[in-house]
């Protein structure tokens, strides 16, 4: 099952996804998602993972998430995994339990700074009991792989914004989660965001009539 990108609406598993969010706002609106976007998304996806356990049974994915904290191994030491480790921390369902990266350098300074294990080793992560969701965050282009072989291991996948570089690599990280039974979530925080869910609930209410265009100006500024 996939909650996945709106670039890719007419994919299988998208509608489903899209139901499974709503119903998730509703039935957990006392938790009062956190002010930090990230921390809503993520909390969204920490309920949704867990619910129920991992889904298929006969490919040997039994063990249940129900009832625990899940855990999250990040995929990639850059910036944004600082902040996907600012929101975890913040989030009672989810504990970060390892983070990964080719360079030694980077992988130790997150690891520290969280104080959990750390690794440039991808097959330690997929093989280490405690990973229940790998959050991918490597550059645009560089998840495919990654993905592929942590559904294989039987795990959830998160991959930060774009899912993919290409439809068909997308394609392949959804088949890859269908097929092991996993689930699949991409980060989109902007959409916790107030003004972005005022400016729903008013298009929702026909406050303002039909709409034929919408332009949207989002100034940001990131130093790397």
Request: hydrophobic fraction near 40%; charged fraction near 20%; glycine fraction near 8%.
């Amino acid at each position: 099952m996939t909650l996945c990108n709106p670039h890719y609406q007419h994919r299988r598993g998208y509608a489903e996804g899209q139901a499974k969010a709503v119903v998730f706002r509703h039935q957990y609106g006392a938790l009062r998602f956190l002010p930090i976007a990230n921390n809503a998304c993520y909390t969204l996806y920490t309920l949704w993972m867990s619910r129920g356990g991992r889904e298929n049974e006969s490919r040997g994915v039994s063990e249940t998430t129900a009832g625990r904290r899940l855990g999250y191994a990040l995929i990639g030491a850059g910036a944004i995994a600082g902040v996907q480790a600012e929101a975890l921390s913040q989030i009672p369902q989810a504990r970060l339990v390892a983070v990964y990266n080719h360079a030694a350098t980077k992988a130790r300074a997150l690891g520290e700074r969280w104080a959990v294990p750390w690794t440039t080793g991808y097959n330690a992560v997929l093989a280490n009991r405690e990973v229940d969701v790998v959050s991918i965050c490597t550059p645009s282009g560089a998840r495919v792989e990654l993905a592929e072989a942590a559904a294989r291991a039987g795990k959830h996948v998160v991959c930060e914004k774009p899912l993919e570089v290409t439809l068909a690599r997308a394609d392949r990280i959804i088949r890859a989660c269908d097929e092991a039974g996993v689930r699949l979530g991409v980060i989109f925080p902007s959409r916790f965001h107030p003004a972005t869910q005022a400016a729903q609930e008013a298009i929702g209410a026909g406050r303002l009539g039909r709409l034929t265009l919408a332009s949207a100006h989002v100034p940001w500024h990131r130093t790397d």
